[in-house]
């Protein structure tokens, strides 16, 4: 990709108390990334004299670029799929919707992680590394058994990559390549496993080990649902929707997670630190855990009362959102969400469960109410990942507090290959400026 800069408009600032030179020029270079988006390249601004010109951008960082990166694009809108205006995601340039429906998770995670799809050995060698890594050790067994068995999934999954953490850290050295990319092979690796020795403990059963035998999504489902008694075998429709799920959820760009991650990466933590710190980001109910709110929210209305919950959505005094809808980047429909909705659809129909179809088809008005109203459409509001992911993950028998776990789980990929980039980049520790309003200096004058 070149990089194009050009010199932009001249900004001409007025300069205090200065009357010679009441004015200071500044030249502000621009930069194209790859779709041609501008950007101004703040270092670029020259610095005359000792005035120096910051930008404020306090709502949430959304005209920044924090870093460069290569991984994952999001067009915001303009694709239209069957009549459906939907946004567009590439993984290193490959369309997630193909990568869902043509490829697998692992092969994507090879893509994301390696910057190419791979090839037949390379595929073989990633995917028999993974299998011999499943297993997690006694230690992380025991403190996954120390919790209360209600507590949250998300919390006893942070312990357990602590204690991951305790096992390896001063196994691998983070200056070397091979060593990381061992690391985060284990951590692809183990993170279904401790998902699913978190599901058994909080449902006092007992471990099931993972199968050689089984592909990924298959395993992570057998490993789920499985018991030492009777051996589940999924249904090849299901383990193809957990594996569309994953490879859905496994990159998106500087998503607030994959922001933290790469902070904590420019700080020389190392690798499971980082992912300790985006698990614990994407677990919020604005971010990863909305999956599991939409469920709730949608378990708690009936039909009728859709109007009162799009109402209480739109008072700016009400602090409730309508979870599953909205999405910093896109401004049409998510289009992972488009995959999930009819994922979903597909799933139920054959299913003829009672619950699930009930929850989809309040899902379904509260999307078309949402849709028509002026307030959802002056805003760009439309259903995102979350909207969708948590009834697929539902009509597979995944209890609800597993699902950020699952969307930890397939994050784990882009996470690592963001922490790998901007390690790899040399990138300058990540520490922003602020806007400050506070006092100026005042003396300690005692009264
Ligand atoms: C994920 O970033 C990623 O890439 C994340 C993710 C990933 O793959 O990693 O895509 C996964 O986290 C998806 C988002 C899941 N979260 C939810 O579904 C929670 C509900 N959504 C909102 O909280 C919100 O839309 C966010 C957090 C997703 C985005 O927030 P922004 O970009 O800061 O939007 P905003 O708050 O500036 O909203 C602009 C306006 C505001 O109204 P006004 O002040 O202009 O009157 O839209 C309103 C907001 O009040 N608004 C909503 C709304 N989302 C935005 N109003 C009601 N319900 C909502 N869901």
């Not at 799920?245 to 500087?254: C, G, Q, R």
């Amino acid at each position: 990709m070149s990089e194009m800069t050009q010199v932009a408009a001249k900004l001409t600032i007025p300069v205090n108390n200065n009357p010679e030179k009441p004015h200071q020029e500044y030249e502000l270079e621009l930069s194209e990334d790859s779709y041609g988006n501008l950007f101004i390249d703040a270092d670029s601004i020259n610095q005359l004299g000792n005035t120096r010109i910051l930008f404020k951008d306090t709502k949430g960082m959304r005209n920044t670029a924090a870093d460069e990166s290569k991984i994952s694009y999001i067009k915001p809108s303009g694709n239209n799929d069957n009549g459906v205006p939907q946004g567009i995601l590439l993984y290193r340039g490959f369309d997630v919707k193909q990568l869902a429906t043509h490829s697998t998770f692992l092969e994507s995670s090879y893509l994301i992680l390696n910057g190419e799809p791979p090839s037949k050995e390379e595929f073989k060698q990633f995917s028999d590394e993974l299998k011999a890594n499943r297993i997690i050790d006694k230690q992380t067994e025991e403190v996954i058994n120390q919790f209360d068995r209600q507590t949250h999934a998300t919390t006893i999954m942070s312990a357990a990559l602590a204690s991951l953490a305790a096992r390896y850290e001063d196994k691998y050295n983070m200056a070397s390549d091979e060593d990381r990319q061992e690391l985060a092979i284990r951590m692809i690796a183990k993170m279904p496993t401790i998902t699913a020795h978190i599901l058994k403990h909080q449902q006092d059963q007992r471990t099931v080990s993972p199968d050689e035998e089984l592909g990924h999504a298959a395993n992570f489902l057998h490993m789920l649902f499985s018991t030492q008694a009777k051996k589940v075998v999924s249904d090849p429709k299901h383990i193809k929707v957990l594996d569309m799920i994953l490879t859905l959820h496994a990159e998106h760009s500087f998503a607030a997670s994959t922001f933290v991650a790469r902070t904590v990466a420019s700080c020389g933590t190392s690798t499971i630190s980082c992912i300790i710190a985006a698990l614990t980001a994407l677990s919020g109910p604005l971010h990863g855990g909305a999956n599991e709110e939409v469920v709730r929210m949608l378990e708690g209305i009936t039909s009728d009362e859709i109007p009162d919950i799009i109402n209480r959505a739109k008072d700016p005094s009400d602090p409730f959102k309508l979870f599953g809808f909205g999405h910093r980047i896109y401004n049409a429909m998510d289009p992972r969400a488009v995959v999930l909705r009819e994922l979903t659809m597909n799933i139920i129909k054959e299913s003829h469960e009672e619950k699930p179809s009930d929850i989809l088809k309040t899902a379904i008005l509260l999307e078309e109410a949402a849709l028509k109203d002026e307030y959802f459409i002056n805003r760009k509001l439309f259903p995102n990942v979350d909207f969708y992911s948590g009834l697929a993950m539902m009509t597979l028998g995944i209890p609800t507090n597993l699902f950020p776990l699952i969307f930890a789980t397939a994050r784990t990929s882009g996470w690592l290959a963001h922490i790998e980039e901007c390690r790899k980049s040399g990138a300058s520790i990540y520490r922003p400026n602020q806007y400050y309003t506070g006092w100026k200096f005042r003396p300690i004058g005692w009264p």
